[in-house]
Each structure stands twice: as structure tokens, then as C-alpha cells.
């Protein structure tokens, strides 16, 4: 699994939170990433089950304190 120069996300995972931080949504992500809209929800699923949190906006928060993602 290619985890990047990072911790605990895909490249992938990363990529879809990057996005989600810019506000876009389900089905931006999914056209930009040429990738399903429920592959898109996957990845964030997977990512709150990474991180033991409940939501999206949780999950974003974690994410920045940890520096896996920059806002």
C-alpha cells in the first residue's frame, strides 16, 4: 500500500481530503479523481475508521493536527 512520504493515509485518502477541505463535494471529488462517488465515500470512511472518529469534519481536524493534510 503506497503511503506516501506520510503517516497513516493513502495517497489516495489524501488526495480526496485535500479536496474536501476546499469544500468540494462528493461528486466534484469523484469527477476530479476520476473515481466513483462511492469510492470518494469509501476513503473518507476508511479514513474516519483510521482515525476512530465519527465525522467528516472531525476527521478533517484530526487530519490537520496530525500534518497529514494542510488547509
Request: no cysteine; proline share 0%; net charge positive.
Amino acid at each position: 500500500m503506497d503511503r506516501g512520504s506520510r503517516g497513516m493515509l493513502t495517497k489516495r485518502e489524501r488526495e480526496v481530503f485535500e479536496l474536501l477541505v476546499q469544500d468540494k463535494t462528493t461528486k466534484e471529488i469523484a469527477a476530479q479523481l476520476f473515481i466513483s462517488e462511492k469510492t470518494v465515500r469509501n476513503h473518507i470512511s476508511n479514513t474516519m475508521q483510521k482515525l476512530g472518529v465519527k465525522g467528516r469534519s472531525q476527521a478533517v481536524i484530526e487530519l490537520i493536527k496530525l500534518g497529514e493534510i494542510k488547509i
